[in-house]
């Protein structure tokens, strides 16, 4: 495949075969048809980007049915309060303007619903939520993200932020143009998304799945800025979604940042063979969760139908024969089967009248949060990345 940012020939280092969409919990009468792609991981070797080859149609993932929440946890309610509180601190003068892209239920953005504010999000399942909060929100599809009625921002924006979404976006040169156009002469993009390194560290391949097209490395992030003129001026390492980075970025200015240079030496992901190591442990990893699994030959139950666990499952196949049920605290997924393998997905309240000891961690990423909250349950928690992944 070209690459999407620079049409250098990409080289394939993951084959995660065929897989359905991730969130896209299903009802019985909805299995026969049911979307497949073919999920293979690619590393271009002149721009260093990561990304995948296919990906489906924006509107068939992000739309009025999408089932995530950023509120279903409190790890991350927590989390996007922090940023709010030092964006008012640091970044965002009184009068000035602040856009999110991919704001979501408004978790973050309602800490700026008195100020000059406006979201952005695809989904209307979420836009309902965020609305309900008195915020404003501009519903558009990825494809052409982030255009239309969005003239007074040209050249005024201050502080944009995207969380877990810019990674979302296949046109990445067209997001970039217009950040690039609508960023105030002093303004910042803060950025967040899971970061690469961790995910080859942990061998978290549950995090390749349809809704990511890219997948972020310091080195390629600066390669595409460049494209830009635009810079990383800082970042920062997070411990959310089992690993993030999070990019301060602004217009362009010195030509070379030490710090960043220094950072790019030390991740080590300019190379195939990195990449070609981490999908060989990968397989070795998954052959023997698997086998873990079936070597118990006693029930196991699954926690979190996160979209995380689809990758797992079909990549594995592991079906309700080895997983018999997921708890999820989502209403909106709860009495669905899960994406491809059709593992029932129950209510979470019932996870505490079931005592099945075998328990797959799925949210491993909420690890903390999660043992917290189970401390009175104790239970063999199994993880399907690299043991000591719980963060
Ligand atoms: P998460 O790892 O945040 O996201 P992703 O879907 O992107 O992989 O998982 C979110 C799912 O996990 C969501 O369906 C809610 C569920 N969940 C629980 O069931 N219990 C919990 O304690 C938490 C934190 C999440």
Not at 76 to 81: D, L, S, W
Not at 89 to 95: F, G, I
Request: hydrophobic share 35%.
């Amino acid at each position: 495949m070209k690459c999407r940012i620079c049409e250098t020939e990409c080289k394939m280092f993951l084959d995660l075969g065929r897989q359905p969409i991730a969130n896209n919990f299903l009802t019985r009468d909805q299995f026969d048809s049911e979307v497949f792609y073919h999920l293979g991981v690619y590393f271009c070797p002149a721009c260093m980007t990561v990304q995948h080859r296919d990906c489906p149609v924006c509107s068939d993932v992000f739309n009025s049915t999408y089932p995530f929440f950023t509120g279903t946890s409190q790890a991350m309610i927590k989390h996007f309060a922090e940023l709010a509180e030092m964006i008012k601190e640091k970044y965002l003068p009184a009068d000035g303007s602040i856009m999110e892209l991919g704001s979501n239920d408004g978790t973050f953005l309602e800490h700026f619903k008195d100020r000059d504010h406006m979201g952005f999000d695809p989904s209307e399942s979420v836009n309902r939520i965020a609305r309900a909060k008195g915020l404003s929100i501009f519903s558009q599809g990825f494809e052409k993200f982030p255009v239309g009625d969005s003239g007074r921002w040209q050249g005024t924006t201050d502080v944009f932020v995207s969380a877990n979404t810019f990674a979302h976006i296949p046109d990445r040169h067209g997001v970039l143009r217009n950040i690039k156009r609508m960023m105030s002469v002093k303004g910042v993009w803060i950025n967040e998304e899971p970061y690469l390194r961790s995910i080859i560290d942990k061998l978290a391949y549950d995090q390749f799945y349809n809704e990511h097209v890219f997948y972020t490395s310091i080195v390629s992030m600066r390669n595409v800025l460049k494209m830009h003129d635009l810079e990383i001026i800082d970042f920062e390492l997070l411990p959310t979604h089992g690993g993030s980075i999070r990019y301060f970025i602004g217009h362009k200015k010195a030509e070379r940042n030490e710090k960043i240079e220094d950072a790019i030496e030390r991740e080590g992901l300019n190379s195939f063979e990195v990449f070609d190591c981490f999908g060989k442990d990968v397989e070795q990893r998954a052959k023997r969760f698997r086998q873990q699994l079936v070597d118990l030959k006693q029930p196991i139950v699954g926690y979190g139908a996160a979209a995380k666990s689809t990758t797992v499952l079909n990549y594995c196949d592991i079906g309700p024969d080895i997983i018999s049920k997921i708890y999820d605290t989502t209403p909106e997924k709860q009495g669905k089967f899960s994406p491809g393998k059709h593992i029932p997905v129950v209510a979470y309240s019932q996870f505490a009248k079931d005592d099945t000891q075998d328990v797959v961690l799925f949210v491993w990423n909420h690890g903390k949060e999660i043992y917290d909250k189970e401390r009175n349950r104790p239970r063999n928690w199994i993880l399907p990345v690299a043991q000591g992944g719980a963060i």
